[in-house]
């Protein structure tokens, strides 16, 4: 016997519609977000029945327990299939409903789940990046800092790199002292960030591997290593 399942996530529970296509019948479940609880729900059902998700921020376990029921995973554009389902209200069982009539009608529009070894390593370029801002909120406080005080350096080059980091240390003796105490500390916090940086690129290029499509997007003026591993990991294979 055939399923189609409808899965409307939030934070604290999933409203599920269940289609049993031979009989024509549809019945609603909410399961609250215990663990293990969406895999014990979906176990009843066939292997291989299809899952239609709408996309939420908490979905990487979701999908998890989906597969490790056997079921297949489906996740929905949340905008393409909002327009499609034409709800007028919104509510959990129309939405779950929605999405397993459009999933039955063979016309839900999906995107590419990756892989959950990938979803793990996309952490890694996603980390650095968010640690990057930091970095650069940090380098533009110091800046403005200075300029409060209108304190510059006479090198064009990186101030905060080997060759400028001598005279921005001397120029911060003019600061007032807390001042002063303020942006020791900034630099100090910059510097244990860039040793973070440095260790979690190393990994990077340690933990994955530089595939053929990797190579590829070197060849692209200024893709380098680390570039062509983020858009490796968010686009995957097209």
Known sequence: MKYIIGCDAHKHYSQFAVYNEKEKKFKQKRVDHEPGAIRNFLSEFPEGTQVALESI???????DEIEQAGCQALMAHAAKAKVMMGNVNKTDKLDTRGLATLLRNGTLPTVWIAPGEVRDERELPRTRMALCKIRVALKNRIHATLAKYNLSLETAS???????SDELREVMQSLPAETQKCVEQELELLEGLQGQLNSMEERMRERISMTPTMQLLKTLPGVGDILSIVIGCEIGSI
């Open 57 to 63: 921020g908490n979905w990487y376990w979701i999908v």
């Open 158 to 164: 990186d101030v905060f790199g080997a060759k400028g």
